[in-house]
């Protein structure tokens, strides 16, 4: 099983809701990543969890709020979003994250529409 | 920063031929070089990694390269189908840290 879930596909959320985004890998993996892909743009890396502890945050606004609850998911809270956040959401995972040669397999995306 | 810059942005090709995309990138303290496709509004499938100290890597119809010291990867994708339709993106993995950095992608588009 090489595959990474995510849910919900879609997702339409205004500005003052709260919602949670899912991923979710049965590989083993112990890294695991968020990106946000704006249209016709390449993915942007949010965050990283390695064995189960933020390891990277890219400067993201707090508005985001990732969670790693166990070694097989991976949780972004969402809270006051604007509309520039609309956006594909990416979730990742590698088997080990310092590992040269490790390729990251990622999920279908939530596709994110703030209103 | 590592700046990564793929040509062409956009490519139509007939059924049948071979074709190249092109990746660069500004730095070449890397760990390694991956190329993904990504289908209309989906997520990225992993289709070669190749290691710094690699040249090149192919699995099928795909072979990609590497020349670290120039700063430039290739994809050659050989006998074209309309099913290779997509969006190809290149990315580059730092020596520092997870992240990878990605090229905007090359859309290619095969015709029957």
């Known amino acids: 099983d090489t595959e990474v879930t995510q849910t919900p596909k879609h997702l339409v959320m205004g500005m003052t809701n709260k919602k949670s985004l899912k991923c979710e890998q049965h590989?083993?993996?112990?890294?695991m990543y968020w990106y946000k892909q704006k249209a016709k743009k390449p993915p942007e890396l949010m965050f990283v969890y390695s064995y189960e502890k933020l390891s990277i945050n890219e400067s993201v606004p707090s508005r985001f709020s990732p969670e790693c609850p166990n070694s097989s998911l991976l949780n972004l809270h969402l809270h006051a979003l604007q509309p520039e956040d609309s956006a594909l959401y990416l979730c990742a995972s590698s088997q080990v994250p310092d590992r040269i040669q490790e390729t990251q397999y990622f999920g279908p995306g939530t596709r994110l529409l703030v209103l | 920063k590592q700046e990564v810059t793929q040509i062409p942005a956009a490519l139509s090709v007939p059924e049948g031929e071979n074709l190249v995309l092109n990746c660069s990138f500004t730095?070449?303290?890397?760990?390694?070089l991956q190329w993904f496709r990504q289908d209309p509004g989906k997520g990225l499938t992993s289709l070669l990694l190749?290691?710094?100290?690699?040249r090149e890597q192919t699995s099928g119809r795909l072979n990609a390269s590497l020349d670290k010291s120039s700063g430039r990867s290739t994809l050659y994708i050989a006998a074209s189908q309309p099913g290779d339709s997509a969006t190809y993106l290149c990315?580059?993995?730092?020596?520092?840290?997870?992240?990878?950095?990605f090229g905007k992608g090359t859309s290619l588009l095969v015709t029957p």
């Open positions: 190749i290691q710094s100290s690699q």
């Open positions: 730095d070449s303290a890397i760990y390694n």
């Open positions: 590989m083993g993996h112990r890294a």
């Open positions: 990315a580059v993995r730092r020596h520092s840290g997870y992240a990878l950095n």
